[in-house]
């Protein structure tokens, strides 16, 4: 049973930062790509970043130079750590695994900023 469990979210004001986990279990993870998205009420969720299995990151212009993806293959998670946060930042944000066998998605965490 695949499993995504984030945290890290919370209340911040701008300019502040924060570090987004992701726990996974239930898959190979050091052979799948990770990804971070988010979702801001009344916004279809987006792509913020994504890590592949050997390191390779993407990011969405919005974020690049404030945010950076990382993981772990021996905890294993994966990380969004956010600086320089805006408030157009706030929004749920989800950890994200697409397998063969399904789309995974974590629960969500609240990530908030304020001006």
């Known amino acids: 049973q695949v499993r995504l469990v984030e945290s890290g979210g919370g209340l911040v004001q701008a300019g502040g930062s924060l570090r987004l986990s992701c726990a996974a279990s239930g898959i190979i993870f050091g052979l799948n790509s990770m990804a971070w998205y988010r979702q801001a009420p009344g916004n279809e969720r987006e792509l913020v970043a994504a890590?592949?299995?050997?390191?390779?990151?993407n990011y969405v212009a919005s974020v690049k130079g404030r945010f950076t993806i990382s993981r772990d293959n021996a905890k294993p998670t994966v990380y969004l750590q956010m600086n320089s946060l805006k408030p157009e930042d706030t929004a749920v944000y989800y950890c994200n695994v697409n397998l063969f066998r399904g789309n995974y998605w974590g629960q969500g965490t609240q990530v908030t900023v304020s001006s």
């Open positions: 890590i592949s299995s050997d390191g390779n990151e």
